[in-house]
């Protein structure tokens, strides 16, 4: 499955937003969050349908529940996180159960973004990494 880019990607991720229910501002304000804190991210949707967002590889994505929206960070077993926001038991990936507008103005996530970008930046995921980079080079720099 191709992933969805562009004008396109952030139509598709703004409809999701839309169709969010009661989490449409918890997403707006992570959306808002993830573009201050990582200037030049692009966001996209992954092969798996999951809004997400690259700077040198994927930075975080998203999913939403009914009663939380699922932050994602493909890295975070590589993050430092000593507020304890981070769960999940996997080799690399780790999230953060976002409920309220609240929990998104936490210092300690945005510190979790920024630590995930600049990670990217100093030592580039390998493995299976979405190759934003690669389809610049095919379409162009947006």
């Known amino acids: ?3 969805i880019e562009g004008k ?5 991720i703004d409809e999701y937003v839309a169709k969010a229910g009661k989490m449409k501002g918890v997403l707006k304000a ?5 573009k201050r804190t990582v200037a030049g991210c692009e966001e ?3 092969p798996w349908k999951i809004p997400s967002f690259d700077s040198d590889g994927t930075v975080c994505g998203f999913m939403t529940g009914k009663e939380h929206v699922t932050f994602i960070f493909l890295r975070g077993a590589a993050l430092p996180d000593p507020e304890g926001l981070l ?3 996997g080799k690399s990936v780790r999230h953060v159960k976002v409920r309220t ?3 998104v103005k936490k ?3 945005k510190k979790l973004i920024a630590e995930a970008a600049k990670l990217n930046k100093k030592k580039p995921m390998i493995g299976m990494k979405v190759d934003m980079n690669k389809r ?3 379409e162009g720099k947006r």
């Open 136 to 138: 610049r080079g095919k």
């Open 107 to 109: 210092p300690a996530l």
């Open 44 to 46: 996209y949707v992954n």
């Open 101 to 103: 507008v609240a929990d």
């Open 8 to 12: 396109e990607g952030r139509a598709w």
């Open 1 to 3: 499955m191709p992933t």
């Open 87 to 89: 769960e999940g038991t």
């Open 30 to 34: 992570l959306l808002a969050l993830v």
